[in-house]
């Protein structure tokens, strides 16, 4: 799901719960899944259709924050 789509849908309460996982792709990146309250789940995608992911916990944290997230389970 683009960022822009999830910032909308986050203001709508359309989410039950995000996840930040390892990259199954990238193992030293982690990427952010997205939970909806109907049982389908995304990852966070970037505005050109691209995973968001960084190999920094904060940065992505800090991109669900400015998304309007204020909790998210952390796996390692």
Do not use: H, Q
Request: hydrophobic share 45%; with cysteine; glycine share 4%.
């Amino acid at each position: 799901m683009k960022l822009s789509e999830a910032k909308l849908k986050c203001a709508a309460n359309y989410f039950e719960f995000v996840e930040i996982r390892r990259n199954p792709a990238a193992i030293e990146e982690f990427i952010a899944w997205l939970y909806a309250r109907d049982g389908k789940s995304f990852m966070l995608c970037s505005d050109n259709d691209s995973v968001l992911s960084a190999r920094d916990i904060a940065l992505l944290v800090s991109t669900l924050k400015g998304a309007g997230f204020r909790e998210a389970k952390i796996y390692f």
